[in-house]
């Protein structure tokens, strides 16, 4: 449905003025745009570009800090997401909201259920249900089914259904098809025709580019909070969104030499999970940075925890090499499925910083002294009551050397900003005798000031001896600090560059590419793992 | 930390840090001030509550409660909760009755009886919820009832008269204070400094701020839960052979309703039921609050139902002040 931009009318149906939003960093920085009645606006851009933000704002989930909105002319600034949808706007989210005990049929009509007199009408409610579900053909599911008995793509399909109302204007779908089966994309997309027909708006957040030439009228780039173009999707080559979705100028620190890379101290072979991770291999050694790249999805989070035993592998197994200095021609030993539990990882010399510090990582009531040492209480203890004194010089120690700002160590952790808290969980692997060290996001929420510093620790990590592994969404951090960049998508990982051999270009295009489909693009496979 | 601070240091030098006991004086002066306004109250309103007798009476009725509010504040603490502590306090005091009369035990074996009792019911309530990944709350229900039908098996649905083999431990000494009062505040001691200054206390706090940081941080919580709840169990079977020391009597219907006045102190004491926060010395403030509301209601002549509303009242208002409190300190 590659059309010509419909006929803008004079005056488009929503106008996005300068809107910019900053929680403890800017994360948007003034948009403006314009979406006009009848059109599908594909919104696209890396993971953390600002779609999911942007989209959130037009749809009243968040409110921005700056600048303003006009729906037909009117000022919009809905304070919540009900205002937007009396408003006619709405959106899927990636995140499904519906009650997994409540049926398809209660769901789809949840907050205006047929009654009389507050008893369900049964009978209504059903043939209603029914009637939205075939305008996206799903006519084969019974209303009255539960929908945690649904697969996910059908559950994915309701929640759609429930936002295909007849008093939509604007449309938000978020990643809609993540989930979706090439036949139900293609109802979804029979039903976004229908719409658009009608004049409804549609806003498309995606990075599938082969979907967006399907279905985009125009398409938005954002990169880095910013919109970097808005132009009709005719036209344009994936080469040229790409090229937009990246476009940055490359740093010193990508053109700095690779770290010498000392003997394997942990590798993998063929672990997998479900299908979340299938058949990963890969060696990690000692004194190098081993980034994981690949979208939100791709198994790069599922990965790094089979490494660490917070989940079990079902497969494969993780091997542990010991160090050649002081047990020369020792035999590595095997674990069948990776490590059993995380206290045998840390016994081994293994941590993680997780990539949810808040609920993975610490304890937020807690204060910094008590964070910073919880990996390691023993050495901080006698015969099991805490040496206090000692205690609060190692913390003292980390406050100074980490530079976290506080006002004491007994300050809660959940006061500090995202920078000082990631600092406090790396304190925690600092004091112990660790030989690799895993960690996944680690700059997520962190400022640029504070970033700079934890790549400082980094390196002192890696030259120190350790083994780092890094997952990240953002490409100019892996390429800064990663030796080698392993890339993942769809659960496998699809290929593994040296440094000096990657460009953004074709690290995205491996992270975009199908495993199982067609080839990753770039020459990758070289160095690919073998994959049964 | 003595070396006094350069000046460019100061930025990011930590000041000296905070004593643990003065960031929780507030909490001392506050449960300290209610207690004195509840006395002050009590005795303005009645004659005779500020005496020796009325002192006494609250020595007396104290341990046993203060001893299975000790458990209990560790429970709350790791997020969990122990409905059994009163059913188990029976079944322990009718054991060790039933071996000292019945079975002609010694004193000292039937004591050891009564503790085996209390840690096997703790043990058993938190590894079934650790095993099977059950909620405490339905884990220790089931064992309240459970373990109160076993109180009537042993006791033959009668109270054993034990005689005073074991009153000494309950018997006013000295200014009216007992063994089992002394037991009791040494408890409460211990427990603070195994609470703040142990890597355990650490661990029992930690798991309940976030038991699975702690997990990807090393520490298996599993152990740890089953352990609180097994001395939480062992202390419930102390509070039976004090109870029944006490009453020189085990009745197997001791203790019905008491792991609610066990949680009541715990939280008046500023315990979190989220789990993550509190402290054994504050329980013990809220022991010594729920008695004195008791003494001096039972004092002033206020009937049952009215002690009962005041009591209900006096517990959600403790919670909603501590509250209020917490989020000020947040903020």
């Known amino acids: 449905m590659n059309r010509p931009a419909s006929q803008a009318p004079a005056a488009p149906l929503l106008c996005i003025d300068a809107v910019g939003k900053d929680y403890t960093a800017t994360v948007l920085d003034s948009i403006t745009l314009a979406l006009n009645a009848g059109e599908v606006l594909a919104l696209t851009g890396e993971n953390g570009a600002g779609k999911s933000t942007l989209s959130k704002i037009v749809c009243g989930l968040e409110s921005a800090t700056r600048g303003g909105m006009r729906l037909a002319g009117e000022t919009y600034a809905p304070a919540s997401r009900r205002e937007a949808e009396r408003l006619g706007v709405r959106m899927v989210m990636q995140e499904l909201g519906l009650v997994p005990t409540l049926t398809v049929a209660e769901n789809l009509l949840m907050g205006r259920l047929p009654h009389r007199a507050g008893w369900l009408r049964r009978d209504a409610l059903h043939t209603a249900a029914r009637a939205q579900l075939a305008k996206i053909g799903l006519d084969s599911i019974d209303p009255a089914t539960p929908v945690s008995q649904l697969g996910i793509g059908q559950q994915q399909m309701v929640e759609i259904a429930r936002n295909l109302q007849d008093d939509t204007r604007i449309l938000v779908l978020d990643e809609p098809t993540a989930m979706l089966t090439p036949r139900e994309t293609s109802y979804l997309f029979d039903q976004i025709a229908r719409l658009t027909a009608r004049g409804v708006a549609i806003v498309y957040v995606s990075h599938r580019l082969e979907e967006l030439r399907r279905i985009a009228d125009r398409v938005a780039v954002l990169r880095d909070g910013r919109l970097v173009d808005a132009r009709p999707m005719a036209g344009m080559s994936e080469d040229d969104l790409v090229q937009r979705m990246v476009g940055r100028s490359v740093s010193d620190l990508e053109h700095r030499p690779r770290r010498a890379a000392g003997p394997v101290v942990m590798s993998a072979q063929g672990i997998g999970r479900g299908t979340a991770v299938q058949d990963v291999s890969l060696e990690l050694r000692a004194g190098e940075v081993f980034g994981i790249a690949g979208l939100v999805g791709s198994g790069r989070t599922e990965l790094v925890r089979l490494l660490f035993g917070a989940d079990r592998a079902d497969r494969g197994s993780v091997m542990l090499h010991p160090d050649p200095n002081t047990a020369a021609g020792a035999t590595p030993s095997v674990l069948p499925r990776g490590f059993a539990s995380p206290m045998q990882a840390i016994a081994a010399g293994v941590g993680l910083v997780t990539e949810d510090r808040k609920s993975q990582g610490l304890l937020l009531g807690q204060s910094i002294r008590i964070n910073a040492t919880l990996s390691d209480l023993s050495a901080i203890s006698r015969a099991g009551w805490l040496q206090r004194a000692k205690e609060n010089r190692l913390v003292q120690g980390f406050v100074q050397t980490l530079g976290i700002r506080c006002r004491s160590p007994e300050q809660p952790v959940g006061t500090l900003s995202g920078g000082n808290q990631q600092k406090v969980v790396f304190a925690r692997w600092l004091h112990r005798e660790g030989r690799v060290l895993l960690l996944d996001e680690p700059t997520r929420g962190v400022d640029v000031g504070a970033r700079a510093e934890l790549y400082g620790e980094l390196d002192r990590m890696a030259a120190s001896g350790r083994a780092l592994l890094m997952v990240s969404s953002d490409l100019r951090e892996l390429m800064a600090m990663a030796d080698r960049i392993g890339v993942m998508s769809a659960g496998r990982l699809v290929a593994v560059f040296e440094r000096g051999q990657w460009s953004e270009q074709s690290l995205l295009a491996a992270a975009f590419s199908e495993p199982g489909g067609r080839e990753a693009p770039g020459h990758s496979s070289s160095s690919s793992p073998a994959t049964v | ?331």
């Open chain 2, 1 to 331: 930390m003595n070396a006094p601070a350069s000046p460019a240091a100061v930025a990011v030098a930590a000041p000296r840090p905070t004593p643990a006991w003065r960031s929780q004086l507030g909490t001392y002066l506050g449960l300290m001030a209610v207690l004195a306004g509840m006395v002050a109250l009590f005795s303005t309103l009645s004659d005779y509550f500020w005496s020796v007798e009325t002192f006494v009476t609250i020595a007396n009725e104290i341990p046993a409660l203060a001893v299975m509010a000790v458990g209990m504040t560790f429970v709350l603490i790791i997020a969990g909760i122990d409905l059994s502590v009163g059913s188990v306090m029976a079944l322990a005091a009718a054991t060790s009755a039933a071996a000292i009369v019945q079975w002609k035990w010694s004193v000292p074996a039937a004591a050891l009886l009564a503790l085996a009792t209390g840690l096997i019911c703790g043990t058993v309530t938190g590894a079934v919820s650790v095993a099977w990944r059950l909620p405490s709350f339905i884990v220790s229900l089931g064992m309240l009832e459970a373990v109160r039908g076993g109180a009537y098996v042993v006791t033959d649905s009668r109270t054993q008269y034990v005689g005073d083999a074991i009153s000494w431990l309950s018997a006013p000494m000295l200014g009216g204070i007992s063994v089992a009062f002394l037991i009791a505040l040494a408890l409460v001691v211990v427990a603070q400094l195994v609470l703040t200054r142990t890597v355990f206390g650490r661990c029992v706090v930690g798991i309940g701020t976030n038991e699975e940081a702690m997990r990807l941080a090393g520490v298996d919580p599993r152990p740890i839960r089953v352990i609180v709840f097994a001395v939480t169990g062992l202390l419930a079977g102390l509070a039976g052979l004090m109870q029944s020391a006490r009453l020189e009597a085990a009745d197997p219907n001791a203790g019905t309703g008491m792991e609610l006045q066990v949680i009541a102190a715990v939280v008046i004491g500023g315990t979190s039921l989220m789990g993550g926060r509190g402290s054994v010395v504050n329980t013990a403030f809220g022991v010594l609050i729920i008695a004195v509301l008791e003494a001096g209601l039972a004092q002033v002549g206020a009937s049952e139902p009215s002690k009962r509303i005041i009591t209900g009242v006096v517990i959600v208002a403790a919670v909603i002040v501590d509250t209020l409190r917490q989020r000020r300190a947040a903020a």
